[in-house]
């Protein structure tokens, strides 16, 4: 069975391509969970993807995912990356590596933006290249695994 990785999208991920593509791309939520799992499939492993605008959802994911048989988990936690010690919590109580990703650069943007309360739990961060990051995010975890 081939190694899986959980994909987590935050709090209006959902509305992606369909609200402010200067920022965020023209590229939906399901665009990008495709080309992930394409990418996957070539690097000889499966993504499974899940959005949520609720918190507890995500940290019941992340509680979850080892016993649910996953590898490690790319997560991109939306703005509540900036606010949440809660999903730091859930991050630094499990075992899984853990890298979060970000569509735009978060270091280049509002003040407010610019401090992550996962940064400093997980294995790596990946900021500012759109879609692709979730890619690099990918590439990271499979090094980071073998
Ligand atoms: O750049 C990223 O990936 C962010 O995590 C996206 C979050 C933002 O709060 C972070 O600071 C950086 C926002 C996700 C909301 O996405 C939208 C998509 C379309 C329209 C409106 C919001």
Not at 25 to 31: E, K, M
């Amino acid at each position: 069975m081939s190694i899986r990785i959980l994909v987590l999208h935050g709090p209006n991920l959902n509305l992606l391509g369909q609200r402010e593509p200067e920022v965020y791309g023209q590229q939906t939520l399901a665009d990008i969970n495709e080309s992930l799992s394409l990418l996957a499939a070539e690097l000889g492993v499966a993504t499974d993807a899940f959005q949520s605008n609720h918190e507890g959802d995500l940290i019941d994911r992340i509680h979850s995912a080892e016993s649910a048989g996953f590898a490690g988990i790319i997560i991109n936690p939306g703005g509540l990356t900036h606010t949440s010690v809660a999903l730091r919590d859930a991050i630094s109580s499990i075992e899984l590596p853990v890298i979060e990703s970000h569509l735009s650069n978060i270091h280049a943007r509002e003040a407010f933006r610019q401090h992550s309360y996962v940064a400093g739990v997980v294995i790596g961060q990946v900021s500012g290249f759109g879609a692709m990051s979730y890619h690099l995010a990918l590439r990271g975890l499979i090094s980071h695994l073998s």
